[in-house]
């Protein structure tokens, strides 16, 4: 059994595909009860592998192509415009300078630089947008039905109120104060509708997590005895209260 | 010297990008090559300074014994990942992919699931419809809300068609408004930036 063999047989098998999502799921959950070491655990297992998760694919994706590929073949076939690539690194480096207090404003030089690049950039680019979402309104207003129809006009209407809210050049009194309170209005409606979108987003995670649950029942209910035997120690024998004083400092 | 050589070097590269979009032409085009390369490379050692302050935050804690055990699991566990992508590649099927299906997607999930209970605790000791403007968002979020599950359709047959009203009309009208505002701030942001008028960016 070779080494790569090895590493297959530890990560790719039943155990690992049946228990360990299990025992993830009930680690993280066992913080509706208490803070506690598994949830601690989990979290910072997951930090980790996030972690691991990200560089790994980003070594592939932008420093290979972007750094270590045109590097070598630098030493292949040196062309001039590769020292590019030398100067955008050792000015990218002062960057470091950032973690030296007295040395800090050595990094000026490239957050100057990125910041000027990003302001030329995304100048055109938000006007752009701006013009883009106004055209995007400037559409026939019958729409067929009385339904449609009132969608377009409350869009129209809508935004252009909730904009008016954010205009602070005149006192909102008269019209305009009447129709930045439609503004405010049109905003909570939406406030109120991403709230919901988001509980509905989150509830059917935790569906999705009951579902895993529910389909490894000798997994789930293992792991659950074991995690909730281990709470009942902890907190019974070792777990020791933080004492806070009047501030509310530990 | 601190700030006015780098808020130059930023007037450049901005009037040098902000050129090519109107003139066409091989020096803009090198030019942007040459700027966009500097991004490129800036991404490369932003992600070294990433590990680098990963790398010295854990240092310390572990030699200070700052929660030293959870330190060492984190680090072992990015070492891990670099290690199965390292050896046994990122694509699927491998180790690697099977540790992100099977430990980081249950882990994600799970975390982001157990905000449902903070939310709905909060929202039951927040919620309350002292006005109207809270009232419409009570009852703009309870009909989005309603209209997501069969619950809704099954207590009255207008509660989905009034959940879609509310998230293509006022909603709509409403997230428009605010991005326009953003933009309008990006644009302010980015001229203050052009003209070396905003200098929060840079360090003494």
Do not use: C
């Amino acid at each position: 059994m070779d080494f790569n063999s090895i590493i297959d047989a530890i990560f790719i098998n039943d155990f690992f595909t049946n228990w360990v999502p299990v025992i993830a799921t009930l680690m993280i959950m066992s913080f509706l009860y208490r803070d506690n070491p598994l949830f601690k655990i989990g979290e910072n297992i997951f930090i980790g592998i996030a972690l691991g998760y990200m560089w790994t694919l980003l070594w592939d994706i932008s420093v290979k192509p972007f750094f270590i590929m045109p590097l070598t073949d630098m030493f292949v076939e040196f062309h001039l415009s590769d020292l590019t690539i030398i100067f955008w690194f050792l000015l990218a480096s002062t960057m470091l300078f950032r973690f030296n207090r007295k040395k800090a404003w050595v990094a000026n030089y490239y957050f100057g630089f990125i910041f000027g690049y990003m302001a030329g950039m995304q100048i055109p680019i938000q006007v752009q947008n701006i013009l883009m979402q106004s055209t995007s309104l400037m559409e026939n207003v019958n729409k067929g039905s009385f339904y449609e129809t009132s969608k377009w006009i409350v869009l129209v209407f809508g935004t252009f109120s909730a904009l008016m809210y954010f205009f602070f050049s005149k006192p909102h009194k008269g019209i305009l104060g009447k129709t930045a309170r439609v503004g405010i209005v049109i905003m909570m409606i939406f406030f109120g509708a991403a709230f919901g979108s988001t509980v509905m987003g989150r509830v059917s995670l935790f569906i999705d997590r009951s579902i895993l649950l529910v389909a490894h029942p000798f997994e789930s209910m293992v792991s659950a005895g074991v995690i909730i035997v281990f709470l009942i120690v902890y907190f019974k024998f070792f777990h020791k209260e933080r004492e806070f004083n009047d501030e509310g400092v530990l | 010297m601190k700030k006015e050589i780098p808020i130059l070097l930023g007037l450049i590269a901005a009037i040098l990008w902000y050129g090519e979009f109107f003139i066409a032409g091989m020096f803009f085009d090198n030019m942007k090559m040459f700027f966009s390369d500097g991004m490129k490379i800036g991404g490369v050692v932003g992600i070294m300074i990433g590990a680098y302050s990963v790398g010295r935050q854990n240092y310390f804690k572990i030699k200070y014994n700052n929660e030293r055990y959870y330190a060492i699991l984190r680090v072992s566990m990015i070492f891990l990942m670099i290690f199965l992508g390292w050896a046994r590649g990122t694509s699927l099927g491998t180790p690697f992919s099977s540790v992100f299906f099977n430990v980081y997607i249950p882990f994600q999930a799970t975390v982001f699931a157990l905000l449902a209970f903070y939310i709905a605790s909060a929202a039951y000791r927040s919620f309350k419809a002292k006005s109207i403007e809270s009232a419409v968002l009570l009852i703009a979020s309870v009909f989005v809300m309603l209209s997501k599950i069969t619950l809704g359709e099954a207590m009255w047959d207008k509660i989905p068609v009034i959940g879609e009203w509310i998230v293509d009309a006022p909603s709509s009208a409403g997230r428009r408004a605010i991005i326009f505002g953003g933009y309008l701030g990006m644009i302010t942001m980015m001229i203050r930036i052009f003209f070396g008028l905003e200098r929060s960016h840079l360090s003494e």
